[in-house]
């Protein structure tokens, strides 16, 4: 990543599951409200212009609605008196009135963001749902590349971004082979397979136009192939002139079409260092390096990845972003016995109902504290008190996915301990 997006993963994993959380809360009117405050406005004149909101809801009919914005306007005013000054990327606050067991139970609740990247405008609205779309368009990724991969079978079109290799499309050339039919001079027949190929071109050209210059707008552009193929396309008058100035770089594969887009990233580390996709590759390809000798410095799975943690070895935590596991510490009231369970979403409210339903196995009795927590963030804090790393990836890349095959958690050891 690039620029003031250049965040620690963990950083931008807890912003896209905030948002992600509160794209999907609503409330019963339009009494939620959303504030962006740009970095350097000060903080009275911020507080001045909610005083004078305040002021306006009073005008509501509805003395629920009323009294809900009203409230979130407090509160919100309350949490900028705790700030000496806005910071540097600015300030995100969603208040409002939400349920928290059906109609009639709406509490206030409040949430501040400090965001990946500046803030350019003061926004204030009051809506029946919280604007997130500033910060949804602060998570993608800004850099888009375009890879176009050619020989005379087939040409494949992609697009890397951040954390994504997309196979755009894959046309077939319709070329003929090198050596003729019967009965055709081969003067004949390579003025015929030249017009194949300059047709061929022509039509690659047309769609890499289509993809990289209206669908898409790329930044850089790679272009490869195996055998001439490549540069023959490339010193034609095929590619539109927008697209040519943005060429970085020319590479020799073994392949074309989509297995040769995947073969570009592969060695196309230098040109593609920027994005996120590449240093993803190479955590996950150290750590199956690692892992798949006898006595490589990697683990995987919950148990060894925290044994790492409590032993003091671990160097750098990977881990995919839909994990989707939170931590549950239960403490009976009465013994004080403590036990841990990991909870997947999907089960989540039916485990820990059965959890909270079962009787201590010390005391019998039925009384419990509950302590829950995102593992991940669980794994971020443990990582901190031993200066070990923590990167997590996306689940959707070929490198991800293998991770998933590996309970998608892994780490990456400073040395193996001994006993």
């Known amino acids: 990543m690039s620029g003031v997006s250049k965040k620690s993963s963990v950083e931008r994993y807890r912003l896209k599951r905030l948002v992600s959380e509160l794209s999907k809360k609503s409330g019963r009117g339009t009494e939620l409200v959303s504030l962006y405050i740009p970095p350097g406005k000060p903080i009275h004149e911020v507080i001045n212009a909610l005083r004078d909101e305040w002021g306006t809801a009073s005008n509501i009919k509805s003395d629920t609605t009323r009294t809900h914005v009203q409230d979130a306007l407090v509160k919100t005013m309350q949490r900028l008196k705790l700030y000496k000054q806005i910071p540097e990327n600015g300030l995100a606050i969603f208040c409002g009135a939400l349920p928290t067991n059906g109609p009639g139970s709406e509490t206030i609740f409040l949430y501040e963001i400090v965001p990946i990247k500046p803030i350019q405008n003061y926004l204030y609205r009051c809506d029946d749902h919280f604007h997130v779309e500033i910060l949804q368009d602060m998570l993608k990724e800004e850099i888009t590349i375009g890879v176009l991969t050619i020989d005379t079978s087939e040409a494949g079109l992609g697009l890397l971004s951040g954390d994504r290799v997309e196979v755009s499309e894959v046309l077939t050339s319709g070329i003929s082979g090198k050596h003729r039919s019967g009965g055709q001079s081969a003067r004949r027949f390579e003025r015929l397979r030249e017009a194949e190929v300059n047709d061929f071109f022509h039509r690659v050209a047309r769609h890499a136009a289509k993809i ?108 995919v972003e839909d994990l989707n596991l939170i931590r549950l510490k239960v403490k009976c009231k009465f013994c004080k016995s403590e036990f841990i369970n990991y909870i997947t979403l999907d089960e989540y409210i039916k485990r820990k109902q059965e959890i909270l339903s079962t009787a201590c196995t010390k005391c019998q009795k039925l009384d419990y504290e509950i302590e829950e927590e995102d593992y991940i963030d669980y794994i971020a804090e443990q990582a901190d008190l031993v200066g070990a790393k923590v990167e997590v990836i996306s689940s959707k890349t070929e490198m991800g996915l293998m991770l998933k095959n590996f309970g998608g958690i892994g780490v990456l050891l400073r040395y193996r301990v001994r006993g």
């Open 212 to 319: 990289f210059l209206e669908e898409n707008k790329i930044s850089k552009l790679i272009i490869s192939g195996p055998g001439p193929t490549k540069e023959d396309f490339l010193k034609g008058e095929y590619l539109h002139y927008q697209l040519k100035t943005k060429v970085v770089a020319v590479v020799d594969t073994s392949y074309a079409g989509e297995e040769g887009i995947r073969e570009t990233v592969m060695k196309s580390d230098k040109i593609l260092e920027e994005l996120r996709l590449v240093e993803e590759m190479k955590l996950v390809q150290n750590f199956l390096r690692e892992a798949s000798r006898e006595d490589g410095l990697a683990a995987y799975g919950i148990e060894p990845v925290e044994n790492s943690l409590r032993q003091g070895n671990a160097d750098t935590i990977i881990v």
